[in-house]
């Protein structure tokens, strides 16, 4: 593995589990790199839905798509994360991405927060079909402090280990709250 990077690390299951042809979901597009990898992965007769609550974001990951010449395969929605159960259906979700905190280069004021994101969550896990995977990256500290953090670990925890694999990994020499990145598997 030559990149350290969590959405490096992350990108890695990520490309393991897409197939072309599947439907996808963004749950916190940022800046479209998530999205991009989506799209490329389900191709064609794929989708991916991507979400963000910044005008921003949907601006600068449009412009993203466009340069990098992804299919023309997504749908960026201005909704929270907590909208997504209205877009897709049950048991049809292949991969979802979550990366938890605020925009880079955003108003980090408008960032993540447990409630809503264990929400979203929980919806995610009812749309993922049986061997879908949500990749989740937790940033903490700083900014957005360390109660969405806990909030979504002791959710994670609670998990019922006979639906879902939890597997957590840490950068565990890191100083300064490393990211947290997490792959939850229905089984």
Known sequence: MKNYQITQWCARFIKEQVSPGDLCIDATMGNGNDTLLLSTLCGE???VLAFDIQEQALKSTKEH????GAP??????LESHTQMKTHAQENSISCITFNLGYLPGGDHAKATKGDTSIEALTQGLSLL???GLISLCIYSGGDSGFE?????????????PHKYLVI???YYNRPNNPPIPVLIIKL
């Open 129 to 131: 079909r049986k061997g």
């Open 72 to 77: 023309d395969n997504y749908t960026l929605l």
């Open 65 to 68: 798509l466009i340069s990098a």
């Open 45 to 47: 007769k794929g989708r």
């Open 148 to 160: 969405e953090r806990d909030a979504v670990l002791a959710w994670l925890a609670s998990l019922d």
């Open 168 to 170: 957590r990994s840490d």
